[in-house]
């Protein structure tokens, strides 16, 4: 079972994401549709696929990977099973950024101010964290200062909020941080997946520091590794690629906590593994919880970040009972 | 053949000097026991001897090179770490943790090998930990736990080992065996330092003594001379009994002067 868990779980991965090219409110042959769109043709299927569910679809498998991936390295390298994407700020930096983005109405001038202002944001909070905090950090100090920024740009959002001068506007800006990978195009893919993908490699080179760091600091190094290199791929990696993630789709939380919780066993707790089971599993997660807020038929549909706390909360609820059990 | 060397160590925490001009060498095929009062300074001297503080005047060297120049995974090559805490975050299985101590012979995405395996194999056979190879290493008992963590340090095979503690909490059939695992590490050539609290397993198996009183080296020769019953009543502050156990001199500590 756990020899087949990387295998299966990219099945998996790819058969939502088939369902996420297939699944909407207008019935296209997606068949049909490919075959017209790699044909350059502009038929009504073609422009669906190419401008509606392709740019979905990818968003949803690169978000719901560096989500779950970023998770099991930062709960790696916290040896806290806790820790989330969020605990270093970088999702509410991204937040700000794109909130000033549409508060500057840059965000109306210009289609993609909005996730280069989520970008802005989240690698200004990594390079204050690090002038903060300093180069050789430790893991906490750099936790704390990433709190206190999380928290500062979470003030600053809700100032912007209050001060918003037009009601229209506030709703639009409450409604992107809800989250969603509605109505995104392949430019928006296009300007996150750079950073998602550095992000990702960064995150994924850190596997074997974070096995030794199962044996605690001092050990880590007595192994040959540095603290501060690890931390700092950790950080910069979950900057760069939650900050572009939170950029193109607003926050969508849980993914980061629940999913490399529910993998670990499968990674027989070894963290090194878990990484890319986990961006696997935020992958299939995500895309299944886009697909599902599709199926609830047309007018206003449901938030991608409402539904992932909604289904994530009551499962992790679950699962935290069933160990609580287990120990006891 | 590797030695190890420290020359005039001095670091201090704040304002508090821990080490003020400790120096100790260990080479090869020694098991050297590292003694002395709590807050003397044994732990840091270990830890500046194994690259993890670094001192603020004096020098570590490896084979006559210095500690520091040496890349982190060579270094971890040479030379492994027995911490004092026995931390383990995540519950691997007892195999598992102990090839964690192959991960300095691996190149960056390289999986282990047979070699690695034989050593992991070997390790666990030296501790007489191979039974519990499949267990979740969190479920041991305290006693498996030293035997298992001790595994894990000398899986990489190093040349020389430096161990905090390694049976402090241990009961006596423990401590023995644990002793008896480093004794046959030194007599392979291992050079292994190790820092004691029991004087009695200190001149029992220890080579030679080191003993350690505020961030200095007072005492370092074979046992029956650093175990001299004027200088430990100096520098515990206990009055020593003195007796004669199947034809072997020990010191007891027995009152607080």
Redesign the interface.
Known sequence: MRRWALPLLALLVLALFAASLSVGPSAVSMRLAVADWLADGDSTAAVIFAEIRLPRALLGLGVGAVLGLSGAALQGLL?NPLAEPGLIGVSASAALGAVIAFYSGLANAAPLALPAGGIAGALTAVALLYALAGRDASVLTLILAGTAIGSLAGALTSLALSLSPNPFALTEIVFWMLGSLADRSLEHVALAAPFMAVGAVLLL?AG?AL??????E??A??????IGAAGFRVIAGTALAVGAAVAVSGAIGFVGLIVPHLL?PLA????SRLLPLAALGGAAFMLAADVSVRLGGPGQEMKLGVVTALLGAPFFLALVLRTRRSVA | MSVLEGAGLHLSYGAVPVLDGASLRLGAGELVGLIGPNGAGKSTLMRVLAGLARPSQGAVSLDGKPLAALPGRARARALAYMAQGRELHWPLTVERLVALGRLPHLGPFQRPGAEDEAAVARALERCDAAHLRGRTATTLSGGERARVLLARALASEPALLLADEPVAGLDPYHQLQVMEVLREGALAGTGILVVLHDLVLAARFCTRLALVHRGRVVADGPPAAVLEPGLLEQVYGVRMAAAEVAGERVHLPWSRI
Not at chain 1, 211 to 216: P, R
Not at chain 1, 221 to 226: A, I, K, T, V
Not at chain 1, 268 to 271: D, F, H, K, Q
């Open positions: 040896r080179s074997r096995d030794a760091l199962t044996l605690g001092d050990t190094r007595s192994l040959g590794f540095s670990r027989e707790n070894r963290p």
